[in-house]
């Protein structure tokens, strides 16, 4: 138990990196990882599959988010729908040009910020990503080449930005 | 082994490490004579660095003891102990709107269990005890907070008046619940005293619930259901705003 725990606190500062990527928030990125790290203690984690605990907890919060994103889609619906306000359209703010390679990260939609983070920073396997993901490994391929490119697009606004331009 | 010329996907994978000694160094010479090749590697090799390096910082943050294994398992024992159904997750979501359009800002995980209107008493701590969860709606003039109400539950019950126990409505709050969409309307005496009004459907399993009260740690909730939706009061045990309130509701 006790080794098992020591091995749960080196990658507890990794998951709460994840859980912030995905929410964008310190507060409720813990409340996910609290819920993960509670999954993977209670019976659930009898099902712990072989291999690397990382990754098998990366799975288990990235499952957990995707259930309460949607729960919270159903809310925003709601919500647009009674005040008849719609922020899923781009706004002026949205498109204002990403000064950072950060800014352009958060900018990302959520499952190519998971992608990267996963590839690019953890170095996760491909094939550890697409068991997380519950993917075929040619999707994951696929999926990063997008998000590379999508990345890309975004820092690259940056220097070749008009309005920068102005400002030499 | 991957075949000359390497394709996208070997270029990623050559990127990410991923491949095999013999096939990264034929990658390696390859780039050599490929320099438009090599420029996107490169791209993408010095998008991988700033991104580890902007989020390297994360993982310097100040450990949160709650977070810790051992106390995890020393709550989910608890918990257990105490029956509390741990398959149902009630998730206080989200506002909306801001640079990445809504975002999951507040977002809660508490248990649910089989007592009636856990939900509505949850809520209530959120809300009007943390103050974790902030109003999506306060009340200017006399008589909005009904409206606002109407704009969501059209055939709820009316609000409950309170004024004969100094109560008046201050506050509405949107919450989703395992049984759909829910609201709770904040009531505060001119000491500040809070109680709470909540309203949402009865749930997949319509389980309408026969006129009830329990308390639960320092909270009471009154529960009762009408109009095909189930509804709770949530008041402080034993203060006096409780008592008033409840002679004057005529429970």
């Known amino acids: ?168 | 082994m991957i075949s000359m010329p390497p394709s996208e996907r070997d270029l990623h994978a050559y990127v990410d490490h991923q491949l095999n000694e013999a096939d990264r160094r034929l990658v390696d010479t390859w780039l050599t004579t490929h320099p438009e090749a090599a420029a996107q590697v490169r791209a993408w090799q010095h998008d991988a660095q700033l991104l580890r390096a902007a989020l390297g910082g994360a993982l310097q943050q100040p450990a949160n003891p709650e977070l810790d294994p051992a106390l995890i398992r020393q709550r989910l024992k608890r918990q257990s102990r105490r029956h509390l159904a741990s398959a149902a997750v009630l998730l206080i979501a989200v506002g909306i709107g801001g640079f990445s359009g809504w975002q999951a800002r507040e977002m809660t995980l508490v248990r649910s269990s089989m007592l009636p209107m856990t939900d509505a008493l949850q809520a209530y701590r959120l809300i009007a005890q943390q103050g974790i969860l902030p109003a999506d709606y306060k009340v200017d003039t006399d008589g909005d907070m009904q409206r606002w109400l109407d704009r969501y539950f059209t055939q709820a019950s009316r609000l409950p008046d309170l004024k004969s126990a100094g109560f008046e409505p201050v506050s509405g709050r949107l919450l989703s619940t395992d049984e759909g969409p829910a609201a709770m309307v904040m009531y505060e005496d001119r000491s500040g005293h809070k109680v709470s009004f909540y309203v949402r459907p009865p749930g997949p399993k319509n389980t309408f619930l026969p006129r009830g009260s329990r308390s639960d740690g320092d909270l009471q909730a009154d529960y009762w259901s009408g109009d095909g939706y189930n509804y709770a009061m949530v008041s402080p045990t034993d203060s006096p705003a409780a008592k008033q309130l409840k002679q004057s509701m005529q429970f």
């Open chain 1, 1 to 168: 138990m006790s080794e098992f725990d020591e091995q749960l606190r080196e990658i507890i500062p990794r998951l709460r990196r994840f859980a912030v990527s995905l929410t964008r928030n310190s507060s409720s990125a813990d409340d996910l990882v609290q819920a993960s790290l509670e999954r993977a203690l209670s019976g659930w984690g009898a099902k712990r599959a072989e291999g690397d605990v990382r990754a098998w907890l990366f799975a288990i919060l990235y499952r957990q988010f995707l259930d309460a994103h949607r729960r919270s889609r159903r809310y925003a619906r709601m919500l647009e729908f009674f005040t008849g306000r719609d922020d899923a359209e781009p706004s002026t703010e949205r498109t204002v040009i990403a000064q950072s390679t950060l800014q352009a990260f958060d900018r990302l939609p959520t499952e190519q910020r998971a992608l990267l983070l996963m590839v690019s920073v953890e170095g996760l396997s491909y094939k550890e990503i697409a068991d997380i993901l519950d993917v075929p490994t040619g999707t994951v391929m696929s999926r990063l080449s997008r998000a590379r490119q999508a990345l890309r697009q975004l820092s690259d606004g940056e220097i070749s930005s008009p309005s920068l331009r102005i400002l030499k």
